[in-house]
């Protein structure tokens, strides 16, 4: 068994933060974090973490290059300053979508990230619905990987399912979609969307499903620039459908997202806290509901601290 646990955030969501040290009944650690004029950053833990077990939590989000570099500099005060284990705490996991070689000469970058937190000094990872399973297998230390299925079935099923039908935005998003859809009882499409370049956007050419009539929801793991989901609304809505909603784990809400979103015209759209979305964005979207994963990480750190299976958490 490790000694105290202890629990320090850095500066990418520190509302997030508080709210699993709250969940767990405990006081968020002491650091202080200056970013001085020359762009270096800084990282001082101001109390004893010899001996202890700790979990840093920092998310990804803009600026996202700082706050990956943030987490590297603290994890390695933690691992000099004598922790005796280090867990990264990644409710959004930094560069998820350069998870393959898809281009000659390109980075991986999603396992450069991998690299990086393991030689900064961390022992564990421990983040939230990755872009790609394969992540998993970028680490040569243990990484487990929670998902906001719960938290979202549970948000859906305090509606009326009884003309619901899930909607993937296309085959790639089939086999989380086809995960919500089992969870809920519901039947499911998928969209039929081609991507042909790194412009960020697809078009979609037809559907697969029976969605007239019916309340569609549109499960994803994260929204970027909304492109996916406006297409989705767009080809939906040709097939007759009376509801649009959307729900997401991730919202990264970037570019155009803002516009897109608010042309897609969504009933109703659900994402969780794992990246803080600022009050021009959140006040600016119809119908936006953000849900809470503080209680989830919470428990998961627990069952770390306490040597307890993390999936036993996605079968409750």
Do not use: W
């Not at 202890?52 to 989000?61: G, N, P, Y």
């Not at 690299?115 to 990484?143: C, E, K, N, S, Y």
């Amino acid at each position: 068994m490790f000694g105290e646990m202890k629990v320090f955030s850095g500066s990418s969501h520190p509302t997030l933060a508080l709210g699993i040290a709250s969940h767990i009944g405990m006081q968020l650690g002491k650091s202080r974090i200056t970013r001085f004029s020359n762009e270096n950053i800084k990282v001082k833990i101001d109390e004893n973490v010899r001996e202890s077990d700790v979990f840093v939590i920092q998310t990804s989000c803009p600026p996202v290059s700082d706050n990956l570099v943030e987490m590297l500099i603290m994890i390695d005060a933690l691992k000099f300053a004598s922790a005796a284990r280090i867990t990264a705490v990644l409710p959004y996991y930094p560069y998820a979508r350069s998870d393959k070689k898809d281009e000659a000469r390109i980075s991986i970058t999603a396992r450069l990230v991998a690299d990086l937190l393991q030689t900064a000094g961390a022992d564990r990872v421990l983040a939230m619905t990755l872009h790609a399973p394969q992540i998993l297998g970028f680490f040569r230390i243990p990484a487990d990987q929670l998902l906001a299925t719960p938290v979202l079935v549970n948000h859906f099923r305090n509606s009326d399912l009884s003309n619901s039908v899930v909607v993937a935005t296309d085959a790639g998003a089939g086999k989380i979609a086809g995960h919500f859809a089992k969870r809920l009882g519901l039947p499911m499409a998928i969209i039929d969307k081609r991507r042909v370049d790194d412009s960020e956007s697809a078009r979609s050419t037809a559907l697969i499903g029976e969605v007239a009539d019916k309340d569609c929801i549109i499960f994803d793991d994260e929204i970027a620039t909304g492109g996916s989901i406006k297409e989705a609304a767009r080809i939906l809505r040709g097939f007759g459908v009376r509801r649009v909603r959307v729900g997401a784990t991730h919202a990264v809400f970037s570019g155009t997202a803002l516009t897109r979103l608010q042309e897609a015209d969504l009933d109703e759209l659900v994402v969780t806290d794992t990246i803080p979305i600022p009050p021009a964005i959140s006040n600016a979207i119809p119908n936006l509901k953000v849900l809470s994963t503080a209680s989830m990480f919470g428990d998961a750190i627990l069952r770390i601290h306490g040597g307890r299976s993390i999936s036993e958490m996605m079968e409750e």
